[in-house]
């Protein structure tokens, strides 16, 4: 095998890597918001135990992404595909730690009676779930226009966010019994909603790596 098919070959199994780390985010926001719709404490500790394994990927995708940058000194698309790993990595892990802090919530509120049915959290956990979806995809295949897409979701996000917070509000105000467990709420609807903004940045590097400029999707 020659050194440039190597190098290919090294970076497909990088892109891999990056794609089962980013399922394993996706199934961490999606039991932790479980977990907290239920007060599932198992679920909840589940999601918390399988942090190390999303900190292992990260360290190890970033030690690969080095070696490549100093063995083989690529150059233009290939060196910017790299570095947009090197980034999307360091979001997938901090998505983790945001589904980690929802799982602890839970375990706080386990055992007591939710202040009301949660449906707007369930559902920004699910549209953040599609937005990873779709920056995953448009990484894979290399297509900025659908990763432009998710400046509209990341929008719906940041809606939804706000009734929750204004409802949330609302209950404090009228019950002041509730006070203590809607911060908690609210805390879970901000990492919901940091979560979405990680995948936004997704985007962006994803629009980097194929057309060489940078774009903010928050504008």
């Known amino acids: 095998m020659d050194t440039r098919s190597g190098f290919h070959e090294e970076l497909e199994s990088l892109e891999q890597s990056l794609l089962a780390m980013g399922g394993l985010v996706s199934q961490a926001v999606r039991d932790s918001v479980t977990a907290l719709k239920e007060l599932n404490q198992s679920l909840a500790e589940q999601v918390i135990e399988r942090d190390d ?3 292992d990927m990260q ?4 030690n690969r992404c080095l070696r490549l940058i100093a063995l083989q ?3 233009a698309g290939d060196l910017r595909t790299i570095g947009t790993v090197l980034k999307m990595v360091t979001d997938l892990e901090r998505m983790g730690d945001h589904a980690v802090d929802i799982a602890r919530t839970a375990l706080k509120l386990s055992g007591e009676t ?3 049915p949660l449906i707007d959290i369930p559902r920004l956990g699910e549209i953040a779930q599609e937005m990873l979806g779709i920056g ?3 990484f894979v295949d290399r297509d900025a226009d659908l990763a432009q897409t998710l400046a509209d979701r990341d929008d719906d996000v940041d ?3 706000s009734q929750i917070f204004r409802e949330l509000l609302v209950l404090m105000i009228e019950d002041p019994s509730t006070i203590r467990q809607a911060t908690q709420l609210l805390f879970v609807a901000q990492s919901l909603e940091r979560v979405a903004d990680h995948i936004t940045n997704i985007g962006e590097w994803t629009i ?3 057309t060489g400029e ?3 999707l928050n504008l």
């Open 208 to 210: 980097y790596m194929v």
């Open 214 to 216: 940078r774009r903010d």
């Open 73 to 75: 000194q690529p150059m």
């Open 159 to 161: 809606h939804l966010y």
């Open 53 to 55: 394994q999303l900190d």
């Open 136 to 138: 995953l995809r448009a």
């Open 114 to 116: 939710l202040i009301k």
């Open 59 to 62: 360290v190890d995708i970033e």
